[in-house]
């Protein structure tokens, strides 16, 4: 084993570890980045380069890096009970407070929300694959055996669990798997700056997805369709931000053919979009909410699917008859992430982080605009709250897009000015999600350095 000390780690990296979402063939060509620190907003990679998170990891460290109260937070949490599982009725405090909070926080804040329970996970694709299970399940006690499939959209990202990959839009997710598995289906995407036709306004936009989501309930038949998942914005898709008006009258359409509504708030959740959740930026009112990311700032990895009183009454109503649910993770509800997640939730209300958000997003938006807005293969600039995007275009007047690869380019030269931004995998846009706790001062460094 001792020979091993001396290969390098980005050697090792190559000959021990494959990546998530990374090119085989690129990294055994170039090798990984190798980080060593973070702070606040910066990271640190091998060497010593800082760099300016502007990602926040992957839309999740909410807080920034390094902050002592989490910290001590969990070291106290794991002194106290490093573990409890939660199968067959055991519980500990800090999940139940927990769960208690975040209903809480999600009733006071979204207006018109009902919600009753808490179920814990581990990531945003398996609270994604409870969503689904716990739609199943509902029809199932019901007794609508066939009101299973669940519509999801085009340029989704819901993860990548079979069935979370499955409800993700995106076909480069799908092909070499075999997915979409059976009863997912995809509308469209409501991206109007890339999808609306010539002259076509974001109200005539919102009607002709409104009639295509009628159609397609219509010729599956609203007897076979369950539910339907969106992201409140679509972020690794494009950070494509709903039309006006989107959600009421998706909404109206759903509850006219008693289907669910799942919000997929695993990004927007936790102050992202200058709310504490996405569902109050844009007046959605979800059966079952997803969130994780942000719940923990991921300190720890932990998810959460909030389900609402409706389906909860269900759930209880027969429960005596149908025995235990039988679904749940080892970590559901795991008592240091709950603790974590606890101080997460003090530090962002100490700190307000939402209304952070809310006054930065304009600002994030204006220097990018005034610093990049120009360059013709800017095509568009946009954003809500912390979260926003470049698009890049070969032509600016037809829209048409410049070929996926140039934008890595661009986020690899930032990376090297000491900014890091995120390709998004299959659209050629550049995406920001700085840590909430982000000042002027380092968002107009971060937007200079992006520009140089
Ligand atoms: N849902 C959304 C909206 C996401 O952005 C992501 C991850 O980026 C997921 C689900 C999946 O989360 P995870 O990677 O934790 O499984």
Known sequence: MDDRANISLADLDREALFHPVSSIHDLQTKGPV??????GVEV????GQTLIDMGAGLWCVNVGYGRPELVAAGAQAMQDLSFQHFFGGASAEPTI??????LGLFNETVPGADMARVFFGCSGSDANDTALK???YYNNLRGLPAKKKVISRKGAYHGL???AASLTGIEGYHTAFDLPMPGVLHTSCPHHYA????????AAFTDRLIVELEEMIAREGADTVAAFIAEPVMGTGGVFLPPAGYFDRVQQVLDRHDILLIADEVITGFGRTGAWFGSETYGIRPDIVSLAKGLTSAYFPMSASIVSRRIWEVLEGASAKMGALMHGFTYSGHPVGAAIAMANLDLMEAEDMPANAARLGPVLLEALR???GDHPLVGDIRGVGLMAAVEFVADRATRARLPVGAHKLVAAHAMNQGVLTRALPFLPVTSMSPPLSITEGQIDEATTRYAR
């Open 134 to 136: 716990l739609v199943i």
């Open 370 to 372: 005034s610093k990049v």
């Open 44 to 47: 640190t990679r091998e060497g």
């Open 34 to 39: 190798i980080y060593t620190g973070a702070q």
């Open 97 to 102: 407070r927990l769960a208690d909070r975040l």
């Open 161 to 163: 669990t079979y069935a």
């Open 195 to 202: 999808f609306a036709q010539d002259g076509e306004t974001e």
